[in-house]
Every structure is written in structure tokens, then in C-alpha cells.
């Protein structure tokens, strides 16, 4: 009697902990951070020859642009998307001119990251939405280029939205707008962010404006 007594007890309490467990992994899963790979469609590159007017836009699907495209959609309290845009030094020189390294060797390895990233909340009822912040950065990978002429844009939809623009003296950023909710729009009008920055060659005049936008909604 007391060994089927004590079997009873042990079942008992294994059982109880499996409960436990499991009540505690659908817990952690219901708070797990919802990753998600935006479209890399989505995002629009374009380069902008300052001498001549010239104006590239880069398909981010395409590799012989040899554009990285890095992109997140988080799930949290708010939702946050961006992205990480490295474009390369052939896309930023002159044609037919190519730095040197201090060696004398050509350097071809540089480039530009661009990073723009947004965090937003839309009503339960998925008809309002409000922008809550707007970051990101400009990380040239050469110390042969520079950024001048920062501006970062964003609105919370292009009719009954906010609009937001900012000039980073730096070459990071991050901006609270404090808003409300407005009506939240869809397709042409929807909510878009949008960063722009000269790069510049140090010793050369010619500079090339890169523009990296996003709809985010």
C-alpha cells in the first residue's frame, strides 16, 4: 500500500511539472519577438550623379547592382521595419576613376551602409496608425568617403498624415514625433520614410546623392 502510495505521489508531481512546463513555453512563445523578412522589393535605392544629373535607381533583387539589402519586421508592443542598404564603391565613383589605397594598390572594397528604420502602432481596428519613431545611420566603410547634406523624411500617410523632416548633423539618427493617431492609408498615399546623404570622394569635387525610401504600411 505504501509503494502504491508513493507511485500515486510521484505521478502526480511529474505530471504537475509537465504542466508547468508547457504552460510556461506557450507563455515565452506568445512573447517571442515575430521576425519576419520584408520585401526587398519594397525598398526603392536611388543614386544621383551631382554633376551630371544622372540618376540611377538600383534593383535590390538584381546582384549585379552588388547592392546588400538587409531587411526586419518585428512584432512587439509596436511594430518596427527598416532596413540596412550597403552599396558599393563602383556605384559612388566617377566612371573609369578609382581611389587608391595608401599603398598605391586601386580600393574597391569601400561602400556606404545606409540604415533607416521605423517604429509605428496601428489601431486594433487596423484603420488608424501612428508614428512613433524614426532611426538609422549612414556607415561609410572607407575612410576615403564622407556624408554631407543629411535629411531624413518621414509621414504617417501622405493625405491625412504627419510629416516629419530632419537634417542629422551626424552620421546617426533617431527622432520621436510624439504624434497621435491619423486615419491610415493604403497604397500610393500610404506611410513612407525616406533618408538622403551626399557621399563625397576626399579629393575629388564630384559627389553622388544616395536616397533610400520605404513604405511601411
Known amino acids: 500500500m505504501k509503494k ?6 510521484s505521478v502526480s508531481l511529474i505530471f504537475s511539472l509537465s504542466l508547468l512546463i ?3 513555453k506557450s507563455h515565452a512563445s506568445d512573447n517571442l519577438v515575430d521576425v519576419k523578412m520584408l520585401d526587398k522589393g519594397q525598398v526603392k535605392i536611388t543614386i544621383i550623379n551631382d ?9 535590390s ?7 546588400e539589402v538587409n531587411s526586419i519586421r518585428s ?5 518596427t521595419v527598416g532596413y540596412d542598404i550597403f552599396i558599393p564603391v563602383e556605384d559612388l565613383n566617377p566612371k573609369g576613376i578609382t581611389p587608391l589605397d595608401t599603398t598605391g594598390g586601386s ?3 569601400g561602400g556606404i551602409t545606409a540604415r533607416l528604420y521605423v517604429n509605428y502602432d ?10 512613433n519613431r524614426v532611426y538609422g545611420s549612414w556607415t561609410p566603410k572607407s575612410s576615403l568617403y564622407y556624408l554631407t547634406n543629411r535629411v531624413v523624411n518621414a509621414h504617417s500617410g501622405a493625405i491625412y498624415g504627419k510629416k516629419l523632416t530632419k537634417y542629422p548633423t551626424s552620421n546617426s539618427f533617431s527622432y520621436t514625433t510624439g504624434w497621435g493617431y491619423n486615419y491610415r492609408a493604403l497604397g500610393s498615399a500610404s506611410p513612407m520614410a525616406w ?14 546623392t544616395i536616397i533610400v525610401e520605404f513604405s511601411y504600411s
Open 122 to 131: 496601428v489601431s486594433s481596428n487596423n484603420e488608424r496608425i501612428r508614428l
Open 61 to 67: 533583387k538584381d546582384i549585379e547592382n552588388n547592392v
Open 75 to 79: 512584432n512587439e508592443e509596436s511594430m
Open 107 to 109: 580600393k574597391t572594397s
Open 51 to 59: 554633376q551630371t544629373g544622372e540618376t540611377k535607381v538600383l534593383n
Open 195 to 208: 533618408s538622403s546623404a551626399k557621399a563625397h570622394v576626399h579629393g575629388m569635387t564630384l559627389t553622388h
Open 4 to 9: 502504491v502510495l508513493i507511485l500515486f505521489i
Open 22 to 24: 508547457h504552460a510556461d
